[in-house]
């Protein structure tokens, strides 16, 4: 992207409209080796410039594929001219958003591009691994794909900045048959937020979590179908972190609580066990960076932590400029735009259970008959906390052992009720980064502990 060119166009911000104009360049790599033949190599760019405007309750928007300054003097003019003109029509007029105190935010990690023969490079040795050390699977893959988005943000009455960022991961999914000759599959995700070179010059860490994935997908393969039921479970991070996504994280996003979400009616009320506590981590979490940090938001916000569940209690919504004045809150940073040609929604960035003080081996211990649920790979929840997720790896637990592996199957149920339920929370923590697909795409992270707990699970 240019250095700033925008900076220079604040004369032209109108008095009495609050206005953000942003450019942005969103940078995508895509590779995939399906069985050792390369089916993806991809690479991409897009960028522009975005103005919206804010006027008495009313919105204003306008975007274009061209950066440069006559553009921006074009773009800012016209979103002007749509709040104008929309604001004729508004006849509930609102206040302006509150003072935002002037500053200038950047990030610590810009954008890299790491060379695509390298990046291809990469992928074959992961393949290669696997072919040499893993002769008996029906199928291999390992896909490369990095989602890079940096933004320069000018605003009239918040924060600027010029923050980036760069995330990659490399996703490998595994694939034999099982003991009746049906297909089943596993995969792993590794990532950072960062470039290839910074994360994946070290393959060793891959090769040990290609290691475990294999031995998880050949007990899968031995296994068993769960007894349906009312269970007692051990929710490994990763499922734990989806759960607390999709299934909490969104109905406590402000806009889906005015549009009538079960969050609404629980603030200041118990949600959850006194063990639970959730936090939208802007940058830092728990003392080491997010897995996907955000600075400052396409509203010019300065990000902050969102408490969201404290011990157990519903603490609060994440928020963008117009919801946090409607709830008399304070906005910290949660307005994001996947393309330059996005207005900005209310977006999780960092959600996650906070850690407990349980060791893994006395939650394991402690169930006499359930199950340790490991991997999910898909599943969806509505705004009313009910949910349902596959779980595509998980073990039995019988006397507080682990024992046989079973097949895929689902777990249901309220996250509210759930989440109740809760009586042991592990004190490690572990991240998985994914994409949010809210009305647009967006790079997220979820994560958390362990979570000892009761939820319904499907059988056959």
Request: aromatic letters at 8%.
């Amino acid at each position: 992207m240019p250095e700033d060119i925008l900076t220079g166009q604040k004369s032209l911000f109108e008095t009495g409209v609050q206005t953000v104009l942003r450019g942005q360049e969103n940078r995508i790599r895509k590779i995939s080796i399906q069985n050792g033949n390369l089916v993806t190599n991809a690479r991409s760019e897009g960028s522009g410039i975005c103005a919206r405007v804010y006027l008495k309750g009313a919105y204003g928007f306008a975007s274009t594929a061209e950066y440069s300054a006559e553009a921006a003097a074009k773009t800012i003019k016209a979103a002007t001219e749509n709040a104008k003109y929309l604001d004729k029509f508004n006849s509930e007029k609102k206040n302006a958003y509150p003072m935002i105190a002037n500053s200038y935010v950047t990030s610590p990690r810009m954008i890299i591009d790491y060379e695509q023969k390298k990046l291809v490079d990469i992928c074959k040795e992961v393949d290669a691994y696997i072919e040499k050390n893993y002769t008996d699977l029906l199928s291999r893959a390992v896909s490369y794909d990095e989602v890079t988005m940096e933004k320069i943000i000018v605003t009239s009455d918040a924060a600027d900045g010029h923050v980036a960022y760069p995330r990659c991961r490399i996703i490998v999914d595994l694939g034999m048959k099982s003991r009746d000759g049906q297909p089943v599959e596993l995969f792993k995700m590794f990532f950072g937020c960062g470039h290839a070179g910074e994360y994946f010059a070290d393959l060793n860490p891959i090769y040990e979590g290609i290691d475990e994935l294999y031995k998880n997908l050949k007990d899968k393969a031995n296994g068993v179908y769960a007894e349906a039921g009312l269970k007692t479970v051990i929710l490994h991070p990763d499922v734990a972190g989806m759960i607390a996504h999709e299934a909490v994280g969104h109905t406590v996003e402000a806009d889906l609580v005015q549009g009538g979400s079960v969050a609404g009616a629980n603030l200041g009320k118990q949600v959850a066990s006194e063990l639970v506590s959730i936090v939208d981590f802007a940058h830092t979490a728990l003392g080491k960076d997010a897995p996907f940090p955000v600075y400052l938001d396409d509203e010019g916000v300065v990000a902050k932590d969102a408490v969201l569940v404290e011990n157990g209690i519903l603490k609060g919504f994440m928020h963008d400029r117009e919801s946090a004045l409607f709830y008399g809150a304070e906005p910290c940073g949660n307005a994001r735009g996947y393309e330059f040609s996005d207005e900005p929604l209310i977006r999780m960035r960092n959600t996650a259970v906070l850690p407990g003080k349980d060791k893994l081996e006395d939650m394991i211990a402690s169930v006499d008959d359930g199950y340790y649920l490991l991997g999910t790979g898909n599943g969806q929840a509505d705004l009313t906390g009910e949910f349902m997720f596959g779980i595509t790896c998980g073990y039995e637990i019988k006397n507080g052992k682990i024992g046989r592996a079973i097949l895929d199957t689902t777990v249901s149920g309220i996250a509210f009720d759930m989440l109740k339920t809760v009586d042991m929370v592990s004190d490690s923590m572990i991240w998985w980064a994914g994409m949010c697909g809210k009305k647009q795409m967006m790079p997220v992270s979820t994560g958390g502990p362990a979570i000892k707990c009761k939820i319904t699970i499907g059988g056959r």
